[in-house]
């Protein structure tokens, strides 16, 4: 295993598989809300970016949800970070931003979807942050979607870093 790499070390808090201890809370104004768990691994293996993937399931069934799978991306010598993924419904997008306190803000520049099979509405921009509180990792998404077009909550959760 090789050493962290220096682009990460602003990051290094991240590294570690987080998971949410109590339910994540899922919303939008088109949907009743809901409620999940949800796993995010972020692993550095010497490279300038974590491999990232985030996997959430259904609280009382166990049933798997959503899956995003892709990297956080750090520009060496800058605070410039991008998380690119892959989203097990059909959609890949690229988020930009930057690495501020305890803390990552995010915006898409880019997302594309499938052109068969994806359920309407299509997404048209997400933004995200993760905040370090004390020992807490909290999450939250908003979405502007072709019908909500003012960015929205989507996903607020918190998570405990796993020991082991
Ligand atoms: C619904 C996008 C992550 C669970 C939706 C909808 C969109 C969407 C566009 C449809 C909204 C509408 O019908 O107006 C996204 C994006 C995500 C994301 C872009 C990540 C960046 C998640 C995660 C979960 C989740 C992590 C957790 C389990 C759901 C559920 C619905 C939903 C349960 C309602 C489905 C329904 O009622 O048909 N999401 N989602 N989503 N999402 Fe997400």
């Known amino acids: 295993q090789l050493p962290m790499h220096d682009a990460l070390k602003s990051l290094a808090w991240l590294e570690g598989t987080w998971k949410t201890e109590y339910v994540g809370q899922g919303k939008y104004p088109t949907i009743k809300p809901f409620t999940y768990h949800e796993e995010i691994v972020f692993a550095s293996i010497g490279q300038p970016m974590f491999n990232y993937v985030a996997q959430s399931w259904h609280p009382e069934k166990k049933t798997p949800m959503h899956r995003e799978t892709g990297f956080l991306k750090v520009i060496p010598g800058t605070n410039k970070v991008s998380l690119l993924l892959a989203h097990n419904f059909g959609l890949t997008t ?17 997302i594309t979807r499938l ?17 370090l509180i004390g020992e807490k990792l909290h999450h939250t998404v908003y979405m502007a979607t072709t019908t909500t077009t003012k960015e929205t909550e989507h996903l607020q959760a918190v998570y405990t ?3 082991a």
């Open 115 to 131: 052109t068969m099979g994806c359920k309407d509405p299509a997404v048209v921009k997400i933004s995200r942050k993760f905040k």
């Open 161 to 163: 870093k796993q020991t």
């Open 94 to 110: 690229i988020e930009e931003g930057e690495i501020g306190d305890n803390e990552i803000v995010l915006k898409s520049s880019s």
